[in-house]
């Protein structure tokens, strides 16, 4: 079965500082994609990158940064120099063909707040 | 504008009193889900569609029906909402390329309370 946890609930930071949220993923599928989309206080979900398990690039966009580690099991997510605008509930979720190769499977999010 | 609608966005009713939400997509995709988001649970699936005609269960089905007759629709109905189903929900889509695993689409969600 799979499973994709954030052990983080909650995390705050001052503005300028550098965050990392982590998510560790279980599964029996050598095939499978890694997802993070953003909630902002608004409500709506954001999507923020699409990561396959036979890519172990980290991947750059701006302040944001993943590190995909299938030794351990995780893809965690890191914002550089954070910004008030940063503050969402963030959720790291699975596609894995076991349980369906569309659908999705989410950890509990990690609340991120970043004080100004 | 490409987009995922649902409606109603906002909703309080009373147990047992039947309802539906509906969502309605542009983008001609036809993989469509609903999910439901709780405190300390995350985003948790209730049906998908895979196309028109064809739905099945996610991880939370109970207590909830799902129909999709066009592609673009796919509505939720609660035959007898309980205080238990109040919650945040969402509906999304995607389209089905070869292999799956492609981005999902949300509308902007649906708060229910079952009073």
């Known amino acids: 079965a799979q499973k994709v946890t954030q052990a983080q609930t909650e995390i705050s930071v001052v503005e300028k500082e550098d965050v990392t949220l982590d998510c560790v993923y279980e599964?029996?599928?050598?095939?499978?994609?890694l997802f993070w989309y953003k909630q902002p206080p608004s409500g709506e979900l954001v999507f923020l990158i699409r990561?396959?398990?036979?890519?172990?690039q980290n991947e750059i966009s701006g302040r944001y940064s993943w590190n995909f580690q299938k030794s351990t099991s995780s893809f965690n997510f890191t914002i550089t120099a954070s910004q008030v605008v940063d503050s969402a509930v963030y959720f790291c979720?699975?596609?894995?063909?076991?349980?369906?190769?569309?659908?999705?499977?989410f950890g509990t999010g990690t609340r991120l707040t970043v004080i100004p | 504008e490409a987009q995922v609608t649902q409606n109603p966005r906002y909703l309080i009713t009373v147990t047992g009193k039947k309802l539906t939400v509906t969502c309605s997509q542009n983008m001609n995709h036809e993989y469509m889900s609903w999910y439901r988001q709780d405190p300390g649970l995350g985003l948790r699936q209730i049906y998908y569609?895979?196309?028109?005609?064809?739905?099945d269960k996610g991880d939370v089905p109970e207590g909830y029906k799902v129909s999709r007759k066009e592609k673009r629709n796919f509505p939720l109905i609660l035959e007898s909402p309980s205080p238990n189903q109040t919650s945040l929900y969402f509906c999304a889509s995607s389209p089905r390329l070869a292999g799956g695993y492609n981005e999902q689409f949300f509308g902007p969600g649906t708060r229910l309370t079952v009073l």
């Open positions: 990561r396959n398990s036979f890519d172990e």
């Open positions: 979720a699975l596609s894995a063909r076991e349980t369906g190769a569309n659908n999705l499977f």
């Open positions: 569609s895979m196309n028109v005609e064809v739905t």
């Open positions: 599964t029996r599928d050598t095939t499978y994609y």
